[in-house]
């Protein structure tokens, strides 16, 4: 490969990572919620397993990515549930009593793949649209696509996960010290699902409102904005967990 086109690809490939980095922020709070209530032995296990069963998918579901510009149900079903589950939180009148006891550890292990499956659309339809425009090169074809291009889309997926696992083990450990924090995080969680709901709306396959506002500054920075908003009130309201 010419230094030109190597240079252009590792351009790109930096460029991805720092998106995946980026969008898999919020996703990573997500997985911590779901995954808070097991023993702490477990918590990373399940995460782990959760994420390895969603890349597994992300391999396959760039191979078939033409397929993926249609599937536009499964973002809506994954704003639906992130919706659903913020308000259940936040509308159940218990709030100061006993906690019931959450999933075990397969459903919460299937739960964090599914969910990371969601987010997952969203993101190889963003990679592809990135790396598409690359020139072609020498290497064998991938996928249906330019070997160097799935490389480089792999290599993108491989690095939003490792920030998902990293960033989950640390909101976990936030959460637990501040249990008082979960309502904000709860309400993350529902404006997450707003964003997935409108990537949804956005989809190619209904473009309902369109691609280019989701994808530009004003939604980027409305959102972001709320996120840190909810995040720093949420902070400050809560206290750390009294030690016994």
Do not use: C
């Amino acid at each position: 490969m010419e230094l030109s086109l190597l240079l252009e690809y590792g351009w790109v490939l930096l460029i991805l990572i720092l998106l995946e980095g980026l969008l898999s922020a919020d996703n990573a709070l997500v997985l911590a919620i779901m995954a808070k209530h097991l023993p702490e032995e477990q918590q990373k296990k399940a995460i782990n397993i959760g994420l390895l069963m969603a890349f597994i998918f992300r391999i396959g579901a760039i191979f078939i990515i033409s397929f993926l510009f249609h599937v536009w149900w499964i973002q809506a079903i994954g704003a639906a549930y992130l919706i659903f589950i913020a308000l259940k939180h936040l509308l159940k009148k218990d709030h100061g009593g006993k906690e019931k006891p959450g999933k075990s550890y397969r459903a919460t292990v299937a739960q964090i793949a599914l969910a990371d499956i969601a987010f997952a659309v969203d993101s190889i339809l963003a990679a592809v649209a990135l790396v598409i425009a690359l020139p072609g090169t020498p290497m064998v074809d991938i996928g249906g696509m330019d070997g160097a291009q799935f490389i480089v889309i792999i290599i993108g997926a491989i690095a939003g996960l490792i920030v998902i696992r990293f960033a989950a083990g640390f909101f976990v450990k936030v959460l637990t010290e501040r249990p008082s924090l979960e309502t904000a995080a709860m309400l993350l969680v529902g404006w997450v699902g707003v964003k997935l709901l409108m990537h949804t709306l956005a989809h190619p396959a209904l473009h309902i409102i369109p691609h280019d506002f989701v994808e530009g500054p004003i939604w980027n920075t409305i959102f972001w904005s709320v996120m840190l908003l909810i995040a720093l009130g949420g902070w400050f309201l809560s206290g750390k967990k009294k030690q016994k």
